[in-house]
């Protein structure tokens, strides 16, 4: 995870110093210039609806998916819509097909089924994708809100790429069903039965898949995400091929109680009683000699950051400390009136029970 | 650089022509767009800020939950940095702000635009990047405009895309975006194809103010931006560490469509600029700051644009003669509230008789007595109780004046120091002496009656004192039970002897649902008010209403909107909702709200009562503990009649 984000770092700071360039590389890409109509017309038939398990209350019984292969596998979202044994997967034309499921990623919220077909038509996932940036023209394709019925082609919604952000499963953040890069789509890509569909440039590169309907829990705005191709690759490939073992899901370690191995106090630091959901991380008295004390944290002194995680109470502060290790380094950054100061410690040697 | 965005200019205009000759729209054009939109957000992407706060409210109204980060943008190189008011109404303890290339610093408020809900801050920081401000009359309906935000954790700025929808929304405050405007970018700038600033993105409603007014909006197609250029301006007043607040001056327009109305006045309020500048009522508004103005919507929309400390002239058509008027607007007109002298009047013929001065009063301490015949006040004249009573309440509660009174054949002048009304009722209250003489031949009914209103055919019952005589003005008490319990047996006999001793006639319409009075009835309830006042002799000034329970918030409704017939409201049992109506001198109103103390509803109530004080409106609270079944204890019964008996003190 660290590693990926400082790959990801180093990418964006190639990109900010490449800018002019990588909008040349844009340009140069979109030589074979095509309109956004030629677009939707070959793009189009690669998107199948798909039917299966549901209908009941909120859950819909309609998705999604894309072809990669001419011999019918069919990637979408790992939903509900597939609990049952068999789902229906009707192409572009009409044409109608019992889908099995022949793997599944779930921690990439991914599905790859198959079908009994020969000679459709599917996107190329050994073309290499390319990166886009906030601006650039897309479109997404889907069944949303099972609109298309019969030989109907789905939907198709414009917009542009409005963001790329890096959804997190840290408690509190994102609630979401997957983590790692997305895009974020400044269009209302994400409804229900939306995903599984694609989102493409307006030439008809594919660029990612549809994602969940997903709340930000930042803003409390409905997210748009969609997850790169680039991230699924592999995973597609694998299922495909008959080679893939799913991995280790972190889902059972997200399910326990949030640890709690270390605490302020651990270091010497007081913290100002939790009264409010959202109570400040106020210091209020540091035990002298501690580490905190020599380092010379102050009472009322307001933590703000916890290594690069802003802490926005006094519980954010608390998730943070709980899951330091023995020995780990952590940088705190503190506000002291108008002014922030870092500070950093080594977690003491403790005996923590398994 | 700078010839690609020609060149994107030119296609934009392109394409619009292309759309119109082909359908299907140019790959070419589309490519140089996009890279047109690209380019706009780089040029902007150094200004755009995150901001990160601390703590501070969970919701910012109910069901509307805080997020701990929003969009800020630089204005200053020295520092300062401009948001939306929307993510400070959780008043974090700390901001953090981020630049874009990621230097953190602290920063403090330093004012918030309350007109358009901009907020100013500070940090200490050096040679930023300021963007270019595009001229707000170079905007135009249908360019392209994006809105960008830092929210995300990404290193440029999140981008959203769409055209101006208009250039001149909620009164001249902002343009509007059909680009996605929500918590995401809130704060950030609305950036035009050139890179150039058009506004900062904020929640706004046309119908409501405040911080959180318009995010029922977000991601709508209806956006909103302050123009960066009006807030440029105003820049170095909020510097100086002060709020901007919306421009007062204090008149309502005639018309309940109040945005496609004539500008004609209909009130002018107590103590207001515009009082104090003399506009009166039925003046029409022809001009503002040398603009011409025909309807409403054209002055507010000027007034949009100014704040409270602003001057404005405006010219008023009274008549035939053209007045201008200079006025200095205000951020708040202080509620009226009316002085208090301390006494009843004589309830016979016209003059300013004393019939009682009432205990602790500033009458009874400048020395008034009953009987004084007064002649004067402030000086000047008074020919009858009613004039009186109007001069008085509108002094200020603390100013002294003299009163002139014939006593005993001689004149004096008396100082008196008005107060404001009290929060009790006299303890004591002698009844004016009703007649003894005998009914005329051809007398009205008196006692328990029970009618049905034509027109409505519904029933309402009623009690007319014996005492009652054409000559002498009764008291009339319009009694609302809740709707499940008519309660007339309880209320009759308890009233029976305080409408018999004070001269009070009491009419009861009859609910006709169980679930309790609606607004379809209010005119029901007037049509038998007025059936009464056409029958029988009634002061204008001693007519109130009475209700319980579940009847209470239809009273107070009934009450506000009759001001000109009612003159109080005696509450019981139930509490009211929202915020009271300013206090009009013109319709005087007086409150009395009474609880058990045993009730749940008691502190609602109270609160009630802290609303109505607030508003200056004359209110008593009074609780008790001793309950009778179903309805007032007798010792209230007697407080609310000498309550009522004197709703003509002044």
Known sequence: MVALKDTARMNRLLRTMLCGLLLITVTVVECRAQSTSETIATVSPKVVKIFGAGGRKNLYAYGSGFVVSAEGHIVTVWSHILDGDSVTVVLHDGRRYEGRVVGAEPTLDLAVLKIDAEGLPFFDLSIPTPTVGPGVRVLAFSNVFKVATGDEPVSVVHGVIAAQTTLSARRGVFDAPYSGPVYIVDAITNNSGAAGGVLTTRTGQLLGMLGKELKNNTTHTWLNYVVPISQLQTAITEIQTGKFAPRKTQDDEEKTAAPRRYSPRDFGIVMVPDVVTKTPAYVDRVIPGSAAAEAGVMPDDLILFVGEHLVASYRALRDEFGVLESGDRVKVVVRRGDQLLTFEFTAPRKNIEP | MKSLIVIANTALMMTITAACATAAPDAKLEGLEEQAFREAAAIVAPSVVRIETVGGLDQLSPGLAAGGTTTGLIVTADGYIVSSAFHFASKPSSILVTLSDTRRFPARLVATDRQRMITLMKIDAEGLPVPRVAPRDGFKVGQWSLALGRTFDSDSPSVSIGI???????????????????????????????????????????????????????????GFAVPLEDTMAVLDRMKAGDDLLPGLFGVTFQGRDSAGSDAVLDRVRFASPAEKAGLKKGDRIVGIDGRPVYFVAELRSVLGRKYAGDEITLTAQRGE??????????????????????????????????????????????????????????????????ELAERVSRMRPDEATTVTVQRDGKTESLNVKLASYPD????????????TDPPAADAVKTGRLSETLEGHDRKYWMYVPESYRKDRPAGLMVFLHPGDDSMESAVLSAWKPECERRGIILVAPQCDRPAGWSPNDLEFVQDCVAKVKETYTVAPDRVFVHATGNAVPFAAVYTFRNKAAVHGAALTGAALRGNAPENDPDERLQFHLSSSLADKQATAIKVTAEMLKKA???????????????????????????????????
Not at chain 2, 185 to 208: A, E, F, I, K, T
Not at chain 2, 366 to 380: F, H, R, S, Y
Not at chain 2, 619 to 644: C, D, I, N
Request: aromatic share 6%; proline share 8%; glycine share 6%.
């Open chain 2, 616 to 650: 200056r409106f004359p209110t008593v609270y009074t609780t008790f503990t001793q309950a009778a079944e179903g309805y007032l204890p007798s010792l209230m019964v007697e407080e609310v009649a000498r309550w009522a008996d004197a709703l003509d003190r002044m």
């Open chain 2, 424 to 435: 009790t009722v006299p303890a004591q209250l002698t009844a004016d002496v009703l007649s």
């Open chain 2, 164 to 222: 101006i929808s208009a250039v001149n929304r909620i009164w001249g405050k902002a343009v509007q975006t059909d680009a996605k405007v929500s918590p995401v970018n809130y704060g950030g700038p609305l950036v035009d194809v050139q890179g150039r600033v058009m506004g900062v993105l904020v929640p706004l409603s046309p119908q409501s103010t405040g911080e959180t007014a318009g995010v029922e909006w977000y991601d709508s197609g209806i």
């Open chain 2, 321 to 386: 003669k053209k007045v201008d008027v200079k006025l200095t607007l205000v951020d708040k007109i202080p509620p009226f509230e009316p002085a208090y002298l301390g006494i009843l009047p004589q309830r016979q013929g016209e003059a300013a008789v004393v019939r009682i001065v009432l205990p602790d009063s500033p009458a009874e301490r400048a020395g008034l007595k009953a009987k004084d015949l007064i002649t004067a006040w402030n000086n000047e004249p008074v020919t009858s109780a009613r």
